[in-house]
């Protein structure tokens, strides 16, 4: 019986085991008398040891563990946390008078302290629960976390792997890929954990079935949670059970004309809590390439619990080697945010595309913060290396089809990559139409590879003004785009002199009405929609 722990609750009561008909003795406690003298200052029950709260993922046979690697030293509780991408070091301990254990663990993240506060309860010798305290900076979950029930695990399990050695910074050759920026579907924005085989085939066979394979669209990329829970006994990364067999889901990918896109980190873990590349890299790279995969997108978070982000370019360039040297072209994709100014490097550790931000949201105001923030990035932008300002969330039902010809429009001016990230099966026809307009997807795709910049802006505040966006194109053409981000419709006059854009000669058209439009003194007015945007080419 865990009387060792239980003795700190109970300190003065009598306790009696009686056999029971069954084995299992039971514990009654008998009150102490009321003249019983006061007990003896409070010992603490011992936690130490290395704990593990498993939570299964839905239907994928793999478990969300987060390990609490503790020491006890009279009150004081020292150790590490470590969940799913973070690991953090114990960093206060506190007592209360009921023999709760409130543990503060701290870890640096991009650059910042984060900070977590879990309350343990002691339930037996080899049960703790954890439940971590919601941020008192924040709004009350609606939803508050449940407990996590710890059991112990041996000792050394679920610890950081030895630091593996960052290697002095070269540049990577360039693969030769993704001349113009990538183009296809990407499962985070939709289904997040639950994609498996068959939304990947369904995309596929949606892809090369409804016009958008014949638009460009070619990739089909999984991102997080299909990797299984451990390597296996040679060290291979492994697929979960949702993806019972990668290669035959790569054959049948491939065999629509489109090509398979996949997840990793440069961490141990990946953002979802699972297995990342970390000392793996060249090993995962030739396992990429036998399935057969095409693209890999290779994001950062769990690297942050063994590395500061002065070691991102050094980390980042261990994958593109070990890509260049899987034999088989794989686009690469960086994605970390934007952090360490990758635009001035992302090129030289061989990636094909670098995100600039956080993550996007199905929501007018996310899209347009990180779209309408790209300006100064322009001159990174080339044929093989763009700037990425995150997947399409066109489709997704949080915006307007006004809103998402805007989310189409900047994106394609940004010669972002295009991943759209709805449900193909389910779109309607006017987000097919958004998705596949071949003008616009021609502005984006411009072999030219350069990217726009904001050429005017209305005096109101910035998320209420009116915009012009130009980008020269290959063979002297320019694309304009007019966005309105007020709250009411607005007449625009583009002036093309005054934005060093000369029209004489050339045909203007309006690429969302595929009409050719006249202009007037070399100028152009368009009503724009409130949230709209109008899209001009210039010459062919
Ligand atoms: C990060 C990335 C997202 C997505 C998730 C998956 O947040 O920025 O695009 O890949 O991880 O866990």
Redesign the pocket.
Known sequence: MPTRLIRSTITAAAITLVAGCASAPVVTVTPPPATARPSAAPTHPNVTGNWVAAVPNTADGTFRRTYFNLTQLGERVTGTVHSTQFFYQVVDTKWDSDGGLAITASMRDLGNERRVIYDVKVVGPDELRFTLRPRADRPPPANPPAALVAHRAPAGEGAMPEKIAVPALHKVRDNGIARTPAMGW?S??KF?GRVDDSAVRAMADAMASNGMREAGYVYVNI???WEGDKRDEQGNITTNKKFPDMKALADYVHSKGLKLGI?SSPGPT???GYIGSYGHEAQDARTFAAWGIDYL?Y?W?GARMLHDEQDMQGLYQIMGEALLASGRQILYSL?Q?GRMEVWKWGADVGGNSW?TT???RDAWDSMTRIGFSQDSLAPYAQPGHFNDP??LEIGNGGMSDVEYRTHMTLWSMLASPLLAGNDLRTMTPSILAILTNREVIAIDQDSAGKQARRAWASADSATMRKEIWTRPLAKGAYAVAAFNRGPAAAEMTIDFAALGVDPRGKTVRDLWAHKKVSLRDGRYTATVPSHGAVLLRVGR
């Open positions: 990407n985070w924005n997040a991102d997080d949670t997840y990946t953002c979802a997108k994001d978070c994605c945010y995100r956080g993550d996007i995150d997947m």
